[in-house]
């Protein structure tokens, strides 16, 4: 039967690794058709996993703990949400798009965009954007009906006018739909009951725009409904679409089903509603028909999406199978034709949505509208029939026959108005329509048509067009991709530069090089542009070498010149002949060109030799000497200079060997040393390191060029690094006299050698001495230089070295003066004139090694009163007044410019007092310390550490390692401290002796200053460091200093001396300061005696000490003591510490005191809690009876369930009743043995744990009617049934378990887990009664469970029962084969195999069938007979050997012409011997191999099947072998037949030979009847002669002889009628147009000169009329 829908599972989602678990509505979600996005928890890990549709089997996992996410439904952006933040991220761009926390918690969102995301929470409705920075805008507020509702959707129409909110809610045992329509525009709700919805866009027939439609269903308690409305006002224009309400069919077992997802088909117009159930339902938008309704999932499908890829719908269920249902478009009309009986929605459909099927229909509706004359009417149908299905040449033909009324519009342009109002016209009927129109001129129609895209352009469109218009035609033609004719269009029209770029866009290759040649016949400039057009790609699309030709046929050395430059501008090898003659033909006709050409140096593979030749010709010397390879010819061409670029020149020398620029250099020196000198220095300029700096030197030096050897070497010696070339630069400048360049190069550079520079300056006797006083400077030869200029008496430039070429080298020149005797006079002198900056210690240093320091005082002095501050200066000055004893103690006290360090240092040796004076100046401690201990100073260096107050230096002196620490310390203690009266020194020299670990030497400090009467002896700080001193190092003095001491922090000493083990001492601190809680703190925590703290708590008789003491007995375990303190000190603080102790010691007597007493104080809940819990430990009941009957603000239900863990039931039952809690109270009369009050307990209490365990108990106790009346209240609690079902059967209460549950069928919320279980019960113990218990509530039974357990109890029947049910029918069909004995009925099996999906269960059935009923097999294949694949079907029977079975499922499955059919039934006919039926088959049924079949039967031993292969031959016109298998049986008639029928003469004449061999004349006779007309007179007068039988051939012959004289007599009568028409002549009025006359065709009676009536043309074949050529010639 055809189906309207197209079912397709995609995958399971378990099979790409996702949880069962985690498929639900709350984990999954699915935006659109392209992702799937679950989340996952795997371990402690939460992952998001994202399934990709394009690529299921590879799915996405990322470490992402949020509450929900959900994927854009286009790009790999995904949305999450934890808690009340939002986040969007780009999953291929690896960040954050958008973030956002909202103040409620979302409890629904979707994409209802691609960029637009919908949020819903418990009070309104929000969308966010995903563009710019934008936050959630609020669009509406939640509407009241929707309180309470599980929101399960979001919708909106296309522009987001309408919005739709949907949620559902369980009341009155049915679920409730709640929708909230809200209109944008107009800010009003409206409130609607519905499951599911959604919008669509719908254009109504003859309306100019769509209309917004609104669809919803509901399942009421009326039944169900689907709405078809449309929103808001109706589009200008349009028509309003009306109102559409139908019922929704739900079958009777799926009485509380209803609609879960709704989505529209664009493509088709069509409502897929899915159901809880796994129904799907179609319904047509326009008229709301149902067209379909089927069952396709067992499972709910609880999420759905639109399905683009066939405009249908996808969804995914709870077992994880992803699906999608769509319209089956080559099945939806022939469905709703035949099968709804709906031919008016069938044609609708078919015309709305472009389908087909409905070909019949429209055919027939245009044949009649067509002979009724309508032919307007007709028009239409024809345009709007699906699929073009009218739109054909033969409909252009019937409209084109119709004549046209006088005053109306053609049918034919009726026709063609439809057709280019509805979209473009097809090849046929844009020829037909553009014909009149370009005969009548109009070609702007057909531009106009054209651009709106109204026409299929064609080959044979342009052709018509372009005898009118040849650049409409190239549009034509271009919009039809013929390139030829494009290109042909272009040249015509000069468009030369677009051919290229078309052929390269279309592919195509046309004739380029004729082309070209066309181009430069006309314009040789566009000629260039189309050949540089040709070579611009890598790969040219013509041939250079051609394209040259071109350009040299027509004399264009200009254009070619230009060409070749362009296209070899990739200087390749290959192309270096085309270089060669482009240069060539320049050089002979243009040779400026050829020079420019060669002067870009372009090329480098054209011939060498030759050019130079020609350049050499042409009077181009230059170019030849570039060419030249000869040194003989190019040293005879350079000198020649002036006739050459001097540039030039220079640079060709780049290209010389270095012999051969050497050489030449040479010759031109030679030649002309004055006119070429110039160029010879730039040539050893700019190639000195190729030829060498030294040949160069050698080759000036040998014509001493001092000159070009100045000028050669001052061009490199800046850049050149070798010493050679600097000395002869200065060498060569001396000669020259260019003293400034010589100072200059002496001053900069750094390479010549300073040794050998000196020497030669010093030879060469300069009249300016600065060169050398610059070298001697630099390279410190001043005492060389001194000495020259003393000696040679240029006093003068030693003056003018120190106080103008470098002032800091006077210490170097006064050295050197000293060292030549210069008096001091003179020294003096010139000391005192110069003004530069030199370096004082230096000039010290050199006066000082010679002894001669007191020579500098009165310039030192001279620099003292000028305020000079330099140190050395004063540093050489205190050095004089050392020396000389002049109060140096006073100046070093004194002066603050000095180095301390320099001035110590020269003091150690000669006064170390002096050294320490200058030292402790500069505070350089190290340099003191050192002079202190080498000269034992040590008083001097103690009263210095005390002023200094330095940490890091006492750190220093006083390490172990300092041997002279003793002494020091003696002298601080016994000198410094008592000089000193500040009390930060002794602070400081104090921290000193702590921070260096000297705790006797402290001691001994710290006596010295607090125990004898000093300034310090009340010092607090003291005092405390002298006691923790002595707690550190010596702890027998500790108590003495405790004694002794008032005026210290107790407290902290005494914790100090706990630190330190000094319990005593701290015990007698803190008792002498009377700190009473400190005190027996330390008796208790750390002496560690309570019977002594015991003893001062009496004497104290404090709260503090009480409490403190009740603690430490508590945690040591002295309970009663602990609670008796408690009570002495008043104290309930630690009220939470005692009763955890005591209820651990079991000790509730005196907790119950305890209690008491803290009660009066606090009115805490624990205590009043534990008060009650101590009595009834106690057994006090009457006591807690009367307790929890009077206020209090204990916990009586945690006390009661402590109780009842405590099994102190009656108290518990007290307790229990006081509070009302009837559900622990059922529990503890359970355990009292008060059963019957236990259930009336439990049915006050009305809890399902209550009564699980009331229940359970009653089992246990066999109260079995009790344990029912339980029962019956918790089996109506799905979760429960389980457990319940497995205590019972654990404890083998099997029959008491059935009856339970059979009398839980009736209860009124009896569901699906009971009916389940109850029959899962029945297998395992009853399996008798199952089979009826499922025909009766099979329905309500979770089959997949029911399945299994009758699998494992090997209830075949009834598991067949169930797959059928379930619509598992192909297990239902295997579980029949598997076991046929107990499982298989017919009827059923025959019913059930025609539903099964796997059709290789048909031959599966059809192998089981033969196995065990082999003569069923045809009722079984007439059932499966539309199924079937027949080819296949007839294989298997001929595998199996068993076809003769299948005879009458051959026969009627024959009609469809199948050959596998037919060839098997033919071999069960030839097996049978049945020729009469395989002869009807043959006829009837044509698709067989006839040749084998013939082959086959040619050799059997029957002659009926011998003759029917004969037939089989002559159908296939194998005629010869026909006749002569005839001949072979002696079937004569039929021989006579076949040869007759063969048309062919040579079988007829070798029949009638064959005849008269076998001397049957008679057939001879017969034969000439029925072969008369193959026959020729003579071949057959010639047997009958040669066998004497002219009787038998006699009536032959006459009727031959009979049809020639007719033929005469006819052929002479029309001649006499030819003859007469000649004679009459031919009247014409006027001239007539030959419209239906063909090329070549001459008007009736005007026959061409020299052709006679009846003669024929030569080449005429006879019976061709003369000049009858093309198509009527051949009519």
């Known amino acids: 039967a055809l189906i309207p829908r197209c079912f397709l599972p995609f995958f399971q989602l378990q099979n790409v690794g996702i949880n069962a678990a985690n498929i639900g509505f709350s984990t999954l979600t699915m935006e659109s058709d392209k992702f799937i996005c679950v989340r996952e928890k795997v371990g402690e890990t939460a992952q998001v996993v994202i399934v990709d549709m394009a690529d299921p089997g590879n799915p996405s996992r990322r470490p992402i703990s949020a509450d929900s996410a959900i994927m854009n439904p286009a790009s790999k952006v995904i949305a999450l949400k934890a808690g009340k933040t939002l986040q969007i991220f780009n999953i291929e761009m690896k960040s954050k798009m958008k973030a956002h926390t909202m103040i409620d918690d979302v409890i629904f969102w979707k994409w209802i965009s691609v960029n637009t995301v919908a949020l819903v929470t418990e009070t309104a409705a929000y969308h966010w954007s995903m563009e710019g920075d934008s936050q959630p805008v609020k669009m509406f507020d939640r509407h009241s009906s929707l309180a309470g509702c599980q929101i399960i959707n979001y919708r909106t129409d296309k522009s987001q006018k309408w919005l739709l909110l949907v949620g559902i809610t369980a009341q009155q045992n049915r679920v409730v739909g709640a929708m909230q329509l809200y209109s944008v525009e107009r800010k009003v709700s409206q409130p609607i009951e519905g499951h599911a919805a959604c919008f669509s866009q719908f254009k109504m027939p003859g309306n100019p725009q769509e209309s917004t439609l609104f669809t919803f269903a509901v399942r009421g308690a ?703 401690d190290a340099e003191l310390i050192k002079v202190c201990n080498e000269n034992s100073l040590f008083k001097s260096e103690a009263r210095y550490l005390v002023r200094r107050q330095d940490a890091d230096l006492w750190a220093l002196v006083l390490t172990e390692e300092n041997e002279y620490r003793r002494p020091l310390i003696d002298q601080v203690v016994q000198t410094a401290l008592n000089e000193s009266q500040n009390p930060d020194e002794v602070s400081s020299t104090v921290k000193a002796f702590m921070t260096a670990d000297l705790p006797n030497e402290l001691i001994e400090l710290l006596e010295k200053i607090v125990l004898e009467n000093s300034l310090f002896s009340d010092h607090r700080n003291l005092q405390n460091l002298l006691i923790l001193t002595a707690i550190k190092a010596d702890r027998s003095r500790v108590m003495e200093y405790i004694t002794r001491l008032d005026n210290y922090d107790a407290p902290d000493i005494a914790n100090i001396a706990i630190g330190s083990e000094l319990f005593e001492e701290a015990f007698a601190i803190f008792k002498k300061f009377d700190v009473n809680t400190s005190a027996i703190q330390v008796l208790i925590d750390h002496i560690g005696n309570l019977d002594r703290a015991y003893e001062y708590a009496e004497r104290c008789n404090e709260s503090q000490v009480w409490s403190q003491l009740a603690k430490a007995q508590l945690q040591a375990g002295m309970v009663k003591e602990a609670i008796d303190s408690y009570i002495r000190a008043d104290d309930p603080s630690t009220y939470i510490e005692v009763i955890e102790i005591a209820e651990q010691a079991g000790n509730f007597e005196d907790l119950v005191r305890y209690l008491n007493m803290a009660r009066k104080k606090l009115r805490e809940v624990l205590i009043e809690t534990e008060l009650v819990f101590a009595f009834a430990k106690t057994q006090r009941l009457a006591e807690l009876e009367e307790f929890v009957s009077g206020p209090n603000h204990a916990q009586i239900q945690q006390v009661g369930d402590r109780c009842y863990d405590a099994e102190l039931y009656e108290a518990a039952k007290i307790l229990f009743n006081n509070i009302s809690n009837f559900a622990r109270l059922a529990s503890t009369l359970v355990h009292l043995g008060e059963y019957q009050a236990a259930v009336d307990g439990a049915r006050k209490a009305n809890s399902t744990r209550t009564w699980k365990e009331v229940c359970f108990s009653c089992v246990d106790g066999k109260e079995f009617r009790l344990a029912q009346v339980c029962g019956l209240h918790i089996v109506v609690h799905a979760d429960e049934l389980e457990e319940l079902i497995r205590y019972y059967e654990s404890r083998g209460y099997f029959e008491e378990l059935i009856n339970l549950l059979e009398a839980a069928l009736g209860l009124e919320r009896a569901h699906m887990g009971m009916f389940t279980e109850l029959a899962i019960l029945y297998s395992k113990y009853k399996p008798n009664k199952m089979r009826e218990h499922l025909e009766l509530f099979w329905s309500r039974v979770n089959i997949p469970k029911v399945l299994r357990a009758a699998e494992q109890a090997h209830l075949w029947p009834e598991l067949v029962f169930l797959y059928d049910k379930y619509e598992e029918y192909d297990n239902a069909v295997l579980m029949m084969m598997a076991h046929p004995t107990d499982a298989w009925r017919e009827a059923l099996f025959k019913d059930v195999v025609t539903k099964v999906a796997n059709i290789e269960l048909y031959y599966k059935a059809l192998q089981f069938y033969l196995d065990t009923k082999p003569m069923l097999i045809n009722d079984l294949l007439l059932v499966l007979t539309p199924r079937l694949d027949h080819t296949r079907t007839v294989t298997f029977f001929i595998k199996k050997g068993r076809l003769l079975l299948a005879k009458p499922y051959l026969r009627s499955v024959q009609s469809i012409n199948i050959k596998a059919v037919n060839e098997a039934l033919n071999s069960v006919l030839i097996e049978e011997e049945d020729y009469a039926s395989l002869r009807t088959s043959i006829d009837a049924f044509d698709n067989f191999d006839n040749i084998q079949l013939a082959q086959q039967l040619e050799k059997h031993e029957l002659i009926e099947f011998r003759r029917i292969s004969a037939y089989l031959y002559r159908g296939n016109n194998r005629w010869q072998q026909a006749v002569e298998l005839c001949k072979r049986d002696h079937l004569y008639r039929d021989a006579m037949q076949y040869a007759s029928d063969s048309r062919q003469s040579e079988i007829a004449e070798g029949l009638l030979a064959w005849f008269l061999e076998i001397k049957r004349n008679d057939c001879f006779a017969a034969a000439l009847y029925s072969c008369y007309d193959l026959l020729r007179p003579d071949v057959i007068l010639e047997l009958a002669w040669r066998h004497n039988i002219m009787d038998f051939a006699m009536p032959f012959m006459v009727q031959v002889v009979r049809e020639y004289i007719t033929k005469v007599e006819k052929l002479l009568n029309k001649g006499e009628e030819e003859g007469e028409k000649q004679e009459q002549p031919m009247m014409m009025n006027e001239p007539q147009l030959m419209l239906t006359a063909g090329p070549g065709m001459v008007a009736p009676g005007m026959v061409p000169p020299g052709m006679m009536a009846g003669a024929m043309a030569p080449g005429m074949m006879p019976g061709m009329m003369p000049g009858a050529g093309g198509f009527y010639g051949q009519m």
């Open 222 to 924: 009326a039944g169900g409904k689907l709405h078809i409305i449309e929103v808001g006002t109706p589009p200008a224009g349009n028509q309003p679409f009306t109102k559409k309400a139908v019922d929704v069919f739900f079958p009777p077992e799926a009485q509380n089903d209803f609609p879960v997802a709704m989505q529209v088909s664009h493509k088709h117009d069509v409502i897929f509603l899915i159901t809880k159930y796994g129904y799907v339902h179609l319904y047509d938008l326009e008229t709301g028909v149902c067209i379909y309704m089927n069952r396709i999932s067992g499972d709910t499908i609880f999420v759905t999406a639109p399905y683009e890829p066939t405009s249908g719908i996808i969804g995914v269920n709870r077992k994880g199978q992803v699906l999608s249902v769509s319209v089956d478009e080559d099945n939806i009309i022939n469905y709703i034709t035949n099968t709804l009986q709906n031919p008016d929605l069938a044609l609708r459909m078919a015309v709305r949505n472009n389908l087909g099927g409905a070909d019949d229909l429209f055919v027939r509706k245009f044949n009649m509208l067509f002979g009724q004359m309508q032919y307007s009417e007709a028009a239409k149908v024809a345009a709007n029939a699906p699929k073009g299905i009218l739109r054909t040449p033969q409909t252009i033909q019937r409209f084109q026959g119709v004549p046209t009324q006088p005053g109306q519009t053609s049918p034919l342009l009726q026709y063609f108005g439809i057709l280019l109002e509805q979209g473009q016209l097809n090849k046929y009927e844009s020829l037909e329509l553009c014909r009149p129109v370009l005969q009548q001129g109009r070609k702007q129609l057909l531009e106009k048509w054209l651009k709106e895209d109204k026409l299929e352009c064609s080959e044979e469109l342009g052709d018509m067009v372009k005898q009118g218009d040849l650049t409409l035609a190239l549009s034509v033609y271009l919009r039809a991709n013929v390139p030829n004719k494009v290109i042909q269009c272009f040249a015509e029209t000069g468009q030369f530069q677009k051919i290229v770029l078309y052929a390269k866009k279309v592919n195509f290759t046309p004739d380029y090089i004729f082309l070209l040649r066309n181009v430069m016949r006309i314009n040789p400039e566009q000629g260039l542009q189309f050949a540089n057009m040709l070579i611009q790609d890598d790969e040219p699309l013509a041939d250079l070498n051609q394209v040259v030709d071109v350009f040299a046929e027509c004399n264009l050395v200009q254009q070619c010149t230009s060409f070749l430059l362009d296209a070899l501008k990739n200087n390749r090898p290959t192309e270096g002949h085309l270089q060669t003659r482009l240069l060539e033909m320049n050089l002979m006709a243009a040779p400026q060109v050829a020079d420019a050409i060669l002067g870009n140096q372009m090329f480098t593979h054209y011939d060498r030799a030759h050019i130079g030749q020609l350049c050499e010709q042409a009077g181009l010397l230059q170019r030849a000497i570039e060419h030249y390879t000869d040194i003989f010819d190019i040293k005879r061409a350079i000198v020649h200079t002036h006739l050459l670029n001097p540039e030039w020149l220079v640079n060709f020398f780049g290209s010389l060997s270095v012999e051969d620029s050497i050489e030449c250099i040479r010759t031109m020196m030679t030649h002309n040393i004055r006119q070429n000198l110039q160029l010879c220095v730039q040539v050893a300029t700019k190639y000195h390191e190729q030829l060498t700096t030294t040949a160069l030197i050698e080759l000036f030096e040998s014509f001493k060029s001092f000159e070009g050897l100045f000028y050669f070497l001052g061009s490199i010696v800046n850049f050149s690094q070798e010493p050679d070339v600097h000395f002869k630069y200065i060498q060569a400048a001396c000669k020259t006299g260019q003293i400034k360049e010589v100072e200059r190069i002496c001053r900069e550079s750094n390479c010549y050698d300073p040794e050998r520079v000196k020497n030669f300056l010093k030879e060469a006797k300069l009249t300016d001495q600065l060169p050398l006083i610059i070298v001697c400077d630099r390279f410190d030869f001043v005492h060389d230089l001194v000495l020259y200029l003393y000696r040679n008496n240029l006093h003068k430039y030693i003056e003018i070295y120190v106080q103008k070429v470098n002032p800091s080298r006077v210490p170097a020149v006064v050295g050197g003066l000293l060292d030549v005797d210069c008096t001091e006079d003179v020294i003096r002198t010139l000391l005192l004139t110069i003004r530069g900056q030199f370096d004082t210690d230096e000039l010290v240093e050199e006066v000082e090694k010679r002894n001669r320091l007191k020579l500098l005082l009165p310039w030192l002095e001279t620099r003292i009163r000028e305020g000079i501050q330099e140190p050395a200066t004063h540093n050489a000055l205190a050095k004089i007044y050392i020396d000389s004893n002049n109060n140096p103690e006073r100046f070093l006290r004194e002066n603050q410019f000095y180095d301390s360090t320099v001035v110590g240092r020269y003091c150690e040796k000669r006064d170390p007092h002096l050294a320490c004076v200058a030292y402790e100046r500069g505070q350089c």
